[in-house]
T-cell receptor, first 110, second 113 residues
Framework: AQRVTQPEKLLSVFKGAPVELKCNYSYSGSPELFWYVQYSRQRLQLLLRHISRESIKGFTADLNKGETSFHLKKPFAQEEDSAMYYCALNLASNTGKLIFGQGTTLQVKP | DTEVTQTPKHLVMGMTNKKSLKCEQHMGHRAMYWYKQKAKKPPELMFVYSYEKLSINESVPSRFSPECPNSSLLNLHLHALQPEDSALYLC????????????FGDGTRLSIL
């Protein structure tokens, strides 16, 4: 079955500390993975897409097919990074269906 | 215009009322979606439209009725809702049903009295 697992509901770090938000997926096909971010009282926004291999707001994520992971990383957290982060899997079935993880709240303390 | 616009932002309705949620995008996207999101939970897919035709209904109760009048507009008609239907309703769009990212609106926060 297709599944996305984000094991941490809450990740709390101090400003300037490194951040890693974990995402593991279960999918037999070729995955396409996204990270979405939802700041307080704002819309769900696309942060990263694995095929683009960009760095957005200092965040990066690498797809590791061997470990079926797509962890989100940032070397130095900022207070404005505090938000809810969702990892999402797009299936290869041309249905448009996104499988979301349960989300991780990142709290960056001053 | 790179936004998905949803109206109203907030809606309070009784269980016997009929109301509609509206969603608009002018990005030329041909796929549009309705999601339901409860507090601190991920969005749950309700409906998918592709080229103005309904392609997915995720077993949503008939008190929710979607409509896609044209390629830029998506409506969600509400009737006889239950208190448990109170949630944030999100609209999204994408270029197509392939592996393109979805762009989300701000949502309509719905409260059922």
């Amino acid at each position: 079955a297709q599944r996305v697992t984000q094991p941490e509901k809450l990740l709390s770090v101090f400003k300037g500390a490194p951040v890693e938000l974990k995402c593991n997926y279960s999918y037999s096909g070729s995955p396409e993975l996204f990270w979405y971010v939802q700041y307080s009282r704002q819309r769900l926004q696309l942060l990263l897409r694995h095929i683009s291999r960009e760095s957005i707001k200092g965040f990066t994520a690498d797809l590791n097919k061997g470990e079926t992971s797509f962890h989100l990383k940032k070397p130095f957290a900022q207070e404005e990074d505090s938000a809810m982060y969702y990892c999402a899997l797009n299936l290869a079935s041309n249905t448009g269906k996104l499988i979301f993880g349960q989300g991780t709240t990142l709290q960056v303390k001053p | 215009d790179t936004e998905v616009t949803q109206t109203p932002k907030h809606l309070v309705m009784g269980m016997t009322n009929k109301k509609s949620l509206k969603c608009e995008q002018h990005m030329g996207h041909r796929a549009m979606y309705w999601y339901k999101q409860k507090a601190k939970k991920p969005p749950e897919l309700m409906f998918v439209y592709s080229y103005e035709k309904l392609s997915i209904n995720e077993s949503v109760p008939s008190r929710f009725s979607p409509e896609c009048p044209n390629s830029s507009l998506l409506n969600l008609h509400l009737h006889a809702l239950q208190p448990e239907d109170s949630a944030l309703y999100l609209c999204a769009s994408s270029q197509g049903l392939g592996r393109q990212p979805q762009h989300f609106g701000d949502g309509t926060r719905l409260s059922i009295l």
